[in-house]
């Protein structure tokens, strides 16, 4: 069975929020708006994205 993936979009702007959550996304490895990237579905990703979910958009894949 493959293992689960979360494609991850960048959607909106880290500017004006909490410094912790710029160095999430920075973490992740975005750098500009719109970036698609795929993590795989583990506990430690699921964790840094709750936190800047109102920055990023997820699908399970």
Do not use: C, W
């Not at 929020?17 to 708006?33: D, H, R, S, V």
């Amino acid at each position: 069975m493959a293992e689960k993936q979360l494609k991850v979009t960048y959607i909106k702007s880290k500017i004006g929020y909490n410094k912790n959550q710029g160095k999430i996304i920075e973490a992740l490895g975005f750098t500009k708006l719109n970036q698609t990237k795929i993590f795989p579905d583990n506990a430690s990703i699921r964790g840094s994205l709750y936190h800047v979910r109102h920055l990023v958009s997820v699908e399970e894949i």
